[in-house]
């Protein structure tokens, strides 16, 4: 993974968190105006101004002396004077722009986990490198935090104070659809959303139960994944619900309407994006909905380094772009890009009748036989109490795991998708592949070494998830900071004044990291 230099970390911040919001339709000041302003030399400015322009986030301005950030713009100002007649801000609304800023990145690798709950801070001294403040301008930052009892200052310095104290045998639901054996309905990657929470409850000392909710005879129920027994979800015992949305087509409206009215504190996590936030939750203090996979931040990533390894043409495929997260990502690329100036530069090769791996079954006559099949299983298993289970081992869990697993339909999917890698690969002008997930990527560099094409010499590839299998095929992928996600949920559930709202439509995001490898 790339990592960014202090001084032009510190000067990205500057322009994008302080400068741009203040000028959003005007030009920039010169060049040695903002080094001045931000405290880095201009030479840093530069390469910091040039690589947020070769990124499409700052344009250049008609004379090619100047940054504008509306490219439609076209007055000439002259460089010197470009903070007086474009706009001009004062030292101190500087300061306080940088205080708040640090403040607020301070907060978010606080509330993300990057820094354990109940152990000390790093030594002023260390933060002050790693953040690139001032110690004056760091203090103010801890001191604002303490105040928000976000952070506690003791005599030796910085804790983060423990989110649980001392709840005794308090425990904490994560609840997601499924089947009346208590098998979790999602997707190999959204279970590791369970996995990530089951992590972070331990490391915190938290107990946990996982519950699935399914209907019984037209009646919604909830049973405990380990026993398979219904689940009392009004124990005294329960602190709070992470609810976590993988799949809209089980009526989750009509679960949240049940936990809301246990009055406890609810975390919503939204996999799958594009679900509204019910009647029942809205202005409801015990309700926060979050998302990682729905959010515009991905793309904005990987369009960023695209744009600055100089790819003017790219294809972004999708076998599920039915999903609001599909789309998403596919208009945030092209934002990104005809914002840098290349209108054309995104070519879509999507089926846009499919949202999962088993939309593709349902199209297949064998699907209601293995569904079938499953009833019978799970009916056999209750029967015969397990005996003749041990005897055949784990094949009515394979048939189970073809369905639900991240293996599910590659074959039926694998040959939708091989027309639209046929037809994007004689188009020599594109020079990136853009994959909806790590799961569609494998299948394209399957298909791309048969066709002898060299990865990334020939052709770049890059996608989202950051699984195992990027791992193994070298793949370069979005990383959607699970555990940063999940880390603030639980602030929500445990201590609730520590977490701030998130965006206009209500949902908390936590920004991931593209991690770039061989492919890209």
Aim: net charge positive; aromatic share 10%; glycine share 6%.
């Amino acid at each position: 993974m790339e990592k960014q230099k202090p001084g032009i970390k510190r000067a990205t911040d500057f322009l994008l968190n302080i400068v741009r919001p203040k000028c959003c339709d005007g030009l920039l000041p010169s060049i040695r105006m903002l080094a001045k302003s931000s405290g880095v030399s201009f030479v840093t400015m530069w390469k910091t101004v040039k690589l947020l322009t070769e990124s499409g986030q700052i344009t250049n301005g008609p004379d090619g002396n100047r940054f504008a950030l509306d490219s439609e713009r076209n007055r000439t100002v002259d460089a010197d004077v470009a903070i007086s007649e474009s706009y001009s801000f004062s030292e101190n609304e500087i300061h306080i722009g940088i205080q708040q800023s640090i403040t607020d990145k301070l907060y978010k690798d606080i509330v993300s986990g990057r820094f354990t709950t109940n152990e000390k801070l790093p030594s002023c001294k260390e933060m002050q490198l790693l953040y690139g403040v001032s110690f004056t301008t760091l203090k103010k930052s801890l001191s604002l935090l303490v105040e928000e009892q976000i952070l506690e200052h003791r005599s030796n310095g910085y804790y983060i104070p423990s989110l649980t104290g001392s709840t005794g045998h308090a425990r904490i639901v994560a609840i997601g659809c499924g089947w009346e054996s208590g098998k979790i309905w999602v997707d190999y990657q959204d279970k590791n959303y369970f996995r990530t929470v089951e992590s972070e409850c331990i490391r915190m000392n938290v107990q946990l139960d996982v519950v699935v909710h399914y209907r019984n005879l037209g009646r919604l129920q909830f049973s405990h994944s380990a026993t398979s027994k219904e689940y009392d979800l009004e124990d005294r015992t329960i602190l709070g619900y992470i609810f976590i949305v993988a799949n809209l087509d089980s009526n989750p409206e009509e679960v949240l309407e049940r936990l809301v009215r246990l009055r406890r504190n609810v975390a919503v996590l939204d996999v799958v994006g594009g679900w509204n936030i019910p009647q029942c939750a809205r202005g409801n203090r015990h309700v926060q909905f979050f998302t990682t996979t729905a959010s515009q931040l991905p793309a904005k990533r990987v369009a960023q380094y695209l744009l600055s390894k100089k790819h003017q043409k790219i294809a972004f495929f999708s076998p599920f772009h039915k999903a609001l997260w599909s789309k998403r990502r596919l208009i945030t690329l092209d934002e990104m890009f005809s914002r840098a100036g290349f209108s054309d530069g995104v070519l879509k090769f999507v089926h846009d009748k499919f949202a999962y791996q088993w939309d593709y079954l349902n199209k297949n006559e064998q699907n209601e036989d293995l569904r079938g099949l499953i009833s019978e299983y799970t009916q056999w298993k209750k029967e015969t109490r397990g005996t003749v289970f041990k005897k055949f081992g784990n094949s009515g869990y394979n048939i189970v795991k073809y369905i639900t697993e991240w293996n599910c339909a590659s074959n039926e999917i694998y040959e939708k998708m091989r027309p639209l890698f046929e037809k994007a690969l004689d188009d020599k002008s594109i020079s990136a592949w853009v994959m909806a997930n790590d799961f569609t990527a494998t299948m394209a560099i399957d298909y791309l070494k048969e066709r002898s094409v060299k990865i990334p010499e020939n052709l770049s590839v890059i996608s989202f998830d950051n699984t195992i299998d990027a791992m193994e095929y070298q793949l370069t992928s979005y990383d959607f900071n699970n555990s940063g996600i999940i880390s603030v949920i639980l602030r929500f559930i445990l201590a609730p004044h520590t977490v701030k709202k998130g965006r206009k439509d209500g949902c908390i995001e936590v920004d991931g990291a593209l991690v770039v490898r061989r492919s890209g």
